[in-house]
């Protein structure tokens, strides 16, 4: 059985850092890419990171280049996001699954469409 579990998240001011955490079991990281999705409020889920299984390549979306770095600990099984300058936009509800394979090709999306995990919030106020 898949299964998620995110922390890291808080309350940061803008220009702060952060690292989100996501220990998965069901799978190995050798096997699935991964991917760091984020829910704005009011918005739908948004694929911010990703990493492949393959080759190591790397997504990222356009407002977090430069800021965020997706990495993995595979003796954890554990997904980090290193969140740096954070913005204000950078706020909402982040979570992590397995993601298409197509990273190297740019594209940063769920492999399956399951009901997400509990995620962990991210704010970011002065």
């Known amino acids: 059985q898949l299964q998620f579990v995110e922390s890291g998240g808080g309350l940061v001011q803008p220009g702060g850092s952060l690292r989100l955490s996501c220990v998965a079991s069901?799978?190995?990281?050798?096997?699935?890419?991964v991917g760091w999705f984020r829910q704005a409020p009011g918005k739908e889920h948004e694929g911010v990171s990703c990493?492949?299984?393959?080759?190591?390549?790397?997504y990222y979306a356009d407002s977090v280049k430069g800021r965020f770095t997706i990495s993995r600990d595979k003796a954890k099984n554990t997904i980090f996001l290193q969140i740096n300058s954070v913005k204000p936009e950078d706020t909402g509800v982040y979570h992590c699954?397995?993601?298409?394979?197509?990273?190297?090709?740019?594209?940063?999306?769920?492999?399956?469409?399951?009901?997400w995990g509990q995620g962990t919030q991210v704010t970011i106020s002065s």
């Open positions: 699954a397995q993601a298409s394979p197509r990273v190297h090709r740019g594209v940063c999306a769920p492999l399956f469409s399951a009901p």
């Open positions: 990493l492949s299984a393959s080759d190591g390549s790397t």
């Open positions: 069901g799978f190995t990281l050798d096997s699935y890419a």
